[in-house]
């Protein structure tokens, strides 16, 4: 149990700023390496953010020091701009994601369909990276974060990359690359804190789920600027693509 903990912890931590579905990788290890059921796995893959939530709010201090010192006048426009930004993409998130995760629960699958649905959906995160170009700047406005809300949602689905969805979204509404991956990460910090309580009122912190969350806060704070640096190079849409295939091919072994 020890070693799993590390383990599932360290995925967490890496594959959390790749666009690919870090809560999908985790899944599939779960049910495929550990033979844990996916009503166990899911949540579980999910409660993980916590930690890279951790690195993420470390990292990005001093944004979230400005939007709340901005609550006080709300002279800056442009952190208004991203204040209600946030505010109205978390809502919708909530909205759409938490009935989405309690449909998720209630379908009877056994692991290898799991395995091939996260396949599949890994593969269509992969297709959204290599199909989406970096297009050139664009400032925060609201109505994007309508879309963005919904599209967030979307990604308590295993195998969908929230990162990978949300960051390909804002692409495709010609938002810069380095914007795009900023305002992701910072729609991230409510949606996974809320997310984590939730699921600490529902059992799932003992002792082996600290150690994963230990480790995944180390190995994300070690590795956020290193991987962002590596995902502005590479496109990692093939990987999701390589690893959907696998998943989709393990589910008929």
């Known amino acids: 149990m020890w070693l799993q903990a590390i383990i599932l912890g360290i995925i967490q931590g890496i594959f959390e700023w790749l666009p690919v579905s870090s809560e999908g990788i985790v899944s599939l290890v779960m049910i495929n390496v550990f033979n844990v059921s996916y009503k166990e796995a899911i949540p579980y893959s999910i409660f993980l953010h916590f930690g890279t939530l951790m690195s993420s709010i470390v990292f990005f201090r001093k944004d979230i020091v400005d939007i709340f010192r901005n609550f006080k006048n709300f002279k800056n426009k442009e952190k208004t701009n991203l204040t209600v930004f946030l505010l109205i993409a978390t809502l919708l998130t909530v909205l759409i994601g938490y009935p989405l995760y309690l449909l998720i629960l209630k379908l009877s699958f056994d692991g290898r369909i799991v395995s091939m649905l996260i396949g599949v959906f890994l593969m269509i995160t992969g297709v959204l990276q290599l199909v989406v170009k970096k297009k050139i700047g664009k400032k925060v406005n609201i109505y994007d974060s309508f879309l963005l809300g919904i599209v967030q949602g979307f990604a308590v689905i295993p195998g969908l990359s929230r990162s990978g969805l949300t960051v390909s979204t804002l692409l495709f509404r010609k938002y ?51 991987l962002l640096k590596i995902a502005k190079k590479l496109n990692f849409g093939w990987f999701a693509l390589v690893i959907g295939v696998i998943s989709i091919i393990g589910g008929f072994v």
Request: hydrophobic share 65%; glycine share 6%; proline share 2%.
């Open 176 to 226: 810069d690359g380095r914007l795009a991956l900023k305002l992701s990460f910072l729609m991230a910090i409510p949606v996974v804190l809320a997310s984590s309580l939730y699921l600490l009122g529902n059992s799932l912190f003992n002792v082996y789920s600290l150690v994963s969350l230990v480790f995944a806060f180390i190995f994300g704070l070690l590795s956020i600027k290193i």
